[in-house]
């Protein structure tokens, strides 16, 4: 079993960044992919980003709509995975959620996800 924590959310301007954390316990999670993914009020879950194991050469994959502003990363010293967010808009508005895949490729739909965080809120006013 693998426990995830997601830390790091809360309230900023629209142009502005945060930093959200997923510690994980219960196994060491170098050899799991693992990913964020988002749910706005109303909508279903989406993936933001991913980012393969270690021995799948770390490969990271981002929705189109995060590229170039949100950076995926994992700190395996710390079984944590950081989600890096600048240039934010008030549309990045939701709640964020770590997960952790068995699998070492780090896929886009959320049913390839074996372990979820409870999420962290993260509101960007305009």
């Known amino acids: 079993q693998v426990q995830l924590i997601e830390s790091g959310g809360g309230l900023v301007q629209a142009g502005g960044s945060l930093r959200l954390s997923c510690v994980a316990s219960g196994r060491t999670i170098s050899e799991y992919a693992m990913g964020w993914f988002r749910q706005a009020p109303g909508k279903e879950r989406e993936f933001v980003a991913g980012i393969s194991s270690i021995r799948s050469g770390d490969s990271k994959r981002y929705a189109d709509s995060v590229k170039d502003r949100f950076t995926i990363a994992r700190d395996n010293a710390k079984n944590t995975v950081y989600l890096q967010m600048n240039s934010l808009k008030p549309e990045d508005t939701a709640v964020y959620y770590c997960?952790?895949?068995?699998?070492?490729?780090?896929?886009?739909?959320?049913?390839?996800?074996?372990?979820w965080g409870q999420g962290t809120q993260v509101t960007v006013s305009s």
């Open positions: 997960a952790a895949d068995r699998t070492p490729i780090a896929h886009m739909i959320v049913g390839a996800y074996d372990y």
